[in-house]
């Protein structure tokens, strides 16, 4: 907390004599928009994988194999981001130390246990969150290859329900829907409300 | 125009209300942006966390579909403190401004 203040400190003094500061990057436009299209088209692979798993005829088309290159393009553009991302990274936090020191946001077993890394030297928040997001790509096309398999016994509920309306569940509206890409939504959601607050606010009066 | 410190003291406590007026608006866009995002997270979770433990999926793929909620909330967290860092900035930014007025005003001319 100590070199918090004292960090906070010089960047009061650099502001005074620069006279602003920039801890953060601002708003992207490419961005946000990369990450409501990103949104929405994880809801419409979930949608075709169950509608497939759905027809026995076409079961054999939700496996993995089938949507590699829906996965590889999704890396693409998050890469794109990431690089975009970084750019515009002041370089002033260390989001992955920092969140280290806090407790959060630290590599967690899952992460650690598959070899991936979603840390990056001297990343804003920003940029490694978009790190994360890459990461949660990777998991969801991991539980995507072990819930459709066609040997998967559990097929039904792993594949058909999983990604699209969970069997047996209390509904509660879309939220227990595609219960295999929550994750990933909800990560693509938490950088789409960064950017919202980084656009700049246009004023309503005339 | 010389710089009398009187002067500067004086126009810098008048400022002082302008400047926890900046503070005020920051911190209202910061509990706007927590509160519109922070509950309904919670919530889609909760619902989530019941329905993978009742959907009847396979153990290791329900073990790890539990670890990337918590993995993607903690995203969410990383988020929040992006946007608290970006109020901070803002509230910073706006208070320098005051300051760069102040000073400038009481000098007659642009030094910051």
Redesign the interface.
């Known amino acids: 907390m100590h070199r918090f203040l004292k960090t906070a400190a010089i960047?009061?003094a650099l502001?005074?004599s620069a006279?602003?500061?920039?801890?953060?990057s601002p708003y992207n436009a490419d961005l946000a928009s990369s990450l409501t299209k990103l949104h929405e088209d994880v809801l419409k692979m979930a949608s075709d994988v169950a509608r497939n798993a759905a027809n026995p005829a076409t079961k054999a088309n939700a496996r993995v194999e089938a949507y590699a290159k829906t996965y590889d393009d999704w890396r693409a553009r998050v890469d794109t981001m990431r690089i975009l991302a970084e750019v515009a990274n002041p370089g002033v936090?260390n989001?992955a130390d920092?969140?280290k020191r806090l407790g959060?946001?630290a590599q967690?077993?899952?992460?650690a246990a598959e070899g991936a890394t979603a840390e990056a030297p001297q990343a804003?928040?920003?940029t490694?969150?978009i790190s994360?997001?890459r990461?949660?790509i990777d998991?969801?096309e991991?539980?995507h290859a072990?819930?459709c398999a066609t040997n998967?016994p559990?097929f039904s509920?792993?594949c058909l329900?999983?990604f699209g309306s969970?069997?047996?569940?209390?509904r509660?509206g879309d939220?227990?829907n595609a219960?295999?890409v929550?994750?990933?939504l909800?990560?693509i959601?938490?950088?789409i409300?960064?950017q919202?607050?980084?656009k700049p606010k246009t004023s309503t009066s005339n | 125009m010389a710089l009398q410190l009187q002067t500067l003291e004086t126009s810098m406590l008048k400022a002082i209300p302008q400047a926890l007026n900046a503070a005020k608006v920051t911190a209202g866009d910061l509990a706007d942006q927590i509160s519109k995002v922070l509950p309904g997270e919670i919530k889609k979770m909760a619902v989530q966390l019941v329905a993978i433990e009742q959907a009847g999926f396979s153990q290791p793929l329900a073990t790890q579909l539990v670890a990337m909620q918590k993995e993607s909330f903690e995203d969410v967290l990383i988020g929040l403190f992006e946007i608290t860092l970006t109020a901070v900035q803002a509230l910073i930014n706006a208070l320098l401004d005051i300051v760069k007025g102040v000073v400038n005003t009481a000098l007659g001319f642009a030094l910051l």
Do not use: E, F
């Not at chain 1, 006279?19 to 953060?24: F, I, K, M, T, Y």
């Open positions: 960047l009061v502001g005074i006279c602003s500061v920039q801890l953060v936090i989001c920092l969140m959060a946001g967690s077993d899952i992460t804003d928040c920003q490694y969150l994360r997001l990461v949660r998991q969801t991991r539980l072990a819930a998967n559990n509920n792993d329900h999983g969970a069997r047996g569940v209390v509660a939220d227990s219960l295999l929550q994750p990933l909800r990560t959601r938490a950088l409300w960064v919202d607050a980084k």
